[in-house]
């Protein structure tokens, strides 16, 4: 499979990646795999936003050699299609590829993509982790080792909103970050490979004079093989132009609305569109970074997806409407996203509605670098529309 990470990373723009891509073996793996697997659920797990989990996936090995055309896709569309191919393809590839490899096998294919980790056959470091009951003490020992710029580039993404995978929660030794386990190497690992899939293929979306351009030569290629499946693709794809939202060109950065105005709640958080919109004008900086990072598919970390789930649950926005505006999120599972939003919203569990994090809060989970002069972003909103006092 590493030759499928080679093939994403070594192209430049889109002639290289259409020399890479377009060769009969592709073609001919590709309809071999196609014709022995579901080549449609693949494309709709790596694209679409209503997928199935990873969990109920069978045939990963089948998944992966079908990435390529799902990548093509992703550069037609854009975001948030980019990043949500980045994020699936990434975790697909390192939780249950990598896991399956041997620890020698491990580290040789997480090197070669970069990522500059060690092991040791013993422990870098050891340090104290607790006492048991019988009063002897339980050491940690950090079996592996990266050094803290190579550490730093990774976890940029994770780093800048939860705390645990910032440099000063981790154990320093020499210049490099020590790491106890493979778990967390595996995380760092996938963050790392998310990143470097998702910036090349920006890049190559960027680069690319016309992105359609690119999906057509595959499908007439594919169709003089075989014409069967390059319809079934051809439909997949206008299915998802069908529902791919024009949020880029709908957004209004007119501040001509006033607080004169009669706003009508429902009516303007009803969709993404409605709300990216609405949202310019009368949301706090933080919450509107949160809501852009969410409808381009990117994939939001735990602090992120409370502070906005109980932002927007506490402007009485309903739950289907909330599933609706989550449902961009890469990892997206109607079932447990309704749960968590019924249980922070008091429908579950103690019946107690939760409230958005506190500025202050914000600022120390480093999603928040404003002065807006409330103490919670609930107040910013509440004055914006004129409602009543937000409790502080």
Known sequence: MEHLIKMFLAGENCSDLYSALLNDSILADFIRVCRNASCRNALEFFLQKDSESMASIITVDSYLRLSPLALIISIHFGNPYINRFAYRFSKLYVD?????????????????????????????????????RNNAIVR????????FTSYLKAV??????????SLSMM???????????REKVARIAMEYLRNLI???????????????LLLQKFVDKLYSFDQNLANDIRDFVKLLESETPQI???ISTSKEKTLEMKINLSEAL?????????????FPPCMQVILRSLTSGENLTHHQRFALATFLI???????????????????NERITRYQLEHLAGLRGSKRRYLPYSCSTMKTLNMCNSECGVKNPLQYTYHKLGLRPFPH
């Open 171 to 181: 154990l320093l030794q020499r210049g490099f970050v020590l790491i106890e386990n």
């Open 248 to 250: 880029s060109n709908s």
């Open 314 to 332: 506490n402007l009485d926005i309903d739950i289907s409407e909330l599933l609706q505006i989550f449902r961009s999120s890469p990892d997206f």
């Open 270 to 282: 009803k969709d993404a569109k409605s709300l990216l919109l609405f949202s310019e004008n009368f």
């Open 140 to 147: 940690i020992c950090y079996r592996y080792r990266i050094p």
């Open 198 to 212: 998702s910036n090349r293929i920006r890049s190559i979306h960027t680069s690319c004079s016309d992105s359609k």
């Open 156 to 165: 940029r993404s994770l780093s800048s909103t939860e705390v645990v995978w």
């Open 96 to 132: 249950y590829y990598l896991a399956s490899l041997s620890e020698v096998e491990f580290i040789k294919i997480i090197r070669g993509l970069g990522l500059e980790v060690e092991k040791s056959d013993g422990c870098f470091s050891e340090a104290d982790l607790y006492i048991n």
